[in-house]
């Protein structure tokens, strides 16, 4: 399996709803199939699909599905970009979990969850700067 992940799927009651959420953030939609809603990311993207024809694509009852335990990372160039975007969140509808702060091994980072309970972390890992071009990130930096 090559290092990378090509799609990740956020399961909604409300696709539409979810979408117009990451909208507000500034995402833009891509073409895709009826259902389903994408959104091109660097190297990735993020699909929002129902919650019931995922949990039926995967020959699951959907009330299995439940909230797993995991945040998806969303890292910014700094402390002050963290905030930024923690406030344009909770503007779009969020649930701030942690406001922006600093952490002890030395970064930012504030905890949101988006109106169907997906968790984001905003951080600024200063050992680990974005790629001045695209603001790709890898662990430690490029």
Known sequence: MDHRISLITLAAR????????YEALG???????????????LGQAIGIYSRDALAEDMGVAPETLGH???????????PEEVDALMAKAEAAGA?????????HWGGHIGYFADPEGHVWE????PF???RAEDGAFRWRGY
């Open 128 to 130: 680990s700067p974005l």
């Open 95 to 103: 649930k701030i979990l942690r406001p922006g702060g600093g952490v």
């Open 27 to 41: 995402w833009q939609r891509v073409d895709a199939v009826p259902g389903m809603v994408v959104f091109d990311l």
């Open 122 to 125: 905003i951080a600024h890992n």
């Open 68 to 78: 797993g335990a995991m945040t998806l990372a969303h890292n910014v160039g700094s």
């Open 14 to 21: 409300d696709p539409e709803a979810l979408a117009g959420f």
